[in-house]
């Protein structure tokens, strides 16, 4: 079969603009998944607990150790995962019983929340929005339910002797 110049030509131009709209199209950064979050808390007698859940979960906290933190971790990941700069932009609120409210923004690759104290017993809904380049994803929310607060330690300046600097922390959770 033979083919004509003109031919040829428009063969040629289909599969550069082909090859061109592909590579545009691979480095978008766009929305992808959450991984599961993961929690860590004190009960008595100053007991570590860590445990990981999928966004949409309850937990129930039986007993948590007074002026100790919860600390969450939750990580987004944008597709494609490995295209430089495309990582999850996240704000985050958590509200809770008697108008307790904590809030904040991160542009990191994942949110690690160390200073969400309950002050009361109730349940607690801890949201995390994510943004990946200038689209808005899906949020992740879990409800932490606290039945008890107690008193674990008196022992000043760490009356979280849990998380104390000295020990480990908790499996997959970075350190302070």
């Not at 002026?67 to 987004?76: D, E, H, M, N, V």
């Not at 969400?116 to 899906?138: H, M, S």
Request: aromatic share 10%.
């Amino acid at each position: 079969m033979i083919y004509t110049r003109k031919f040829m030509f428009l063969i040629l131009v289909i599969s550069l603009f082909g090859l061109g709209f592909n590579s545009f199209a691979q480095s978008r950064c766009e929305c992808g998944h959450w991984d599961p979050v993961k929690i860590s808390w004190c009960e008595p007698p100053q007991r570590p607990v860590s445990t990981a859940m999928n966004c949409g979960e309850s937990i129930c906290m039986c007993n948590v150790c007074q002026c100790c933190p919860i600390r969450l971790s939750f990580t987004y990941i944008c597709n494609p995962p490995n295209v430089p700069n495309c990582f999850a932009k996240y704000t985050w609120t958590i509200s809770g019983p008697n108008g307790y409210s904590l809030s904040s923004t991160t542009s990191t690759t994942s949110v690690n929340i160390y200073n969400f104290i309950p002050t009361v017993a109730g349940l607690y809904t801890v949201t995390v929005t994510a943004k990946c380049g200038n689209i808005d994803c899906c949020s992740c929310t879990i409800e932490v339910n606290v039945r008890e607060i107690v008193q674990c330690s008196s022992a000043w300046p760490n009356p979280c002797p849990c998380f104390h600097p000295g020990l480990p922390t908790e499996e997959g959770l970075p350190k302070e």
